[in-house]
Nanobody, 125 residues
Framework: QVQLVESGGGLVQAGDSLRLSCAASGRTFTTTLMGWFRQAPGKAREFVAGITWSGGFTYYADSVKGRFTISRDNAKNTVYLQMTSLKPEDTAVYYC??????????????????WGQGTQVTVSS
């Protein structure tokens, strides 16, 4: 099993930056993919960004492309989400997720086997 713990959420103003971290522990050596999803009240959980663990290939939702950057530190079993130019519509609970099987669609919730507890990001005007 894999445990995921997010950190770095908080309250910021529009235009500010924030960096989220997700630390993985447990049986992490078979991880193939990690991603970030977010969910606002009354909305479905949506894909934000993903990264392949070995190759570092990145994927982004259109709504965050150019503003958010996902990265990983394999040695630390940690994935990051650097968020810049934050907007009020970015307000949501952000979840980290990990997959341990190959050839799964990066943008699909069902591709991921483990999920963190979520961290709140609030962007004020």
């Amino acid at each position: 099993q894999v445990q995921l713990v997010e950190s770095g959420g908080g309250l910021v103003q529009a235009g500010d930056s924030l960096r989220l971290s997700c630390a993985a522990s447990g049986r992490t050596f078979t991880t193939t993919l990690m991603g970030w999803f977010r969910q606002a009240p009354g909305k479905a959980r949506e894909f934000v960004a993903g990264i392949t663990w070995s190759g570092g290939f990145t994927y982004y939702a259109d709504s965050v492309k150019g503003r958010f950057t996902i990265s990983r530190d394999n040695a630390k079993n940690t994935v990051y989400l650097q968020m810049t130019s934050l907007k009020p519509e970015d307000t949501a609970v952000y979840y980290c997720a990990a997959a341990q099987t190959p050839l799964r669609p990066v943008r699909d919730r069902g591709s991921y086997d483990y999920w963190g507890q979520g961290t709140q990001v609030t962007v004020s005007s």
